[in-house]
């Protein structure tokens, strides 16, 4: 994977976790967001996050997951 690739990549990472944490804002007070649905957003966060490098990211997910 070259530079070019990888900087797109994880401009479309950071841009998703954008949306989502958006999408999860705006919803009504005392709607819920289920289990599932945020194990899985990590999951995949986790997953791309040590694709690109990107120790960090990945270190936060890990402690969100305990």
């Not at 976790?17 to 999408?23: A, C, E, P, Q």
């Not at 007070?29 to 966060?45: D, K, Y």
Request: aromatic share 10%; hydrophobic share 40%.
């Amino acid at each position: 994977m070259n530079l070019v690739n990888v900087e797109k990549y994880k401009n479309s990472l950071f841009g998703n976790i954008k949306n989502k944490l958006s999408d999860w804002q705006e919803l009504d007070v005392g709607q819920t967001i289920p289990a599932q649905e945020i194990f899985r957003f990590l999951h995949s966060v986790k997953g791309s996050a040590g694709m690109l490098q990107l120790c960090g990211l990945m270190a936060i997910t890990e402690k969100l997951f305990d």
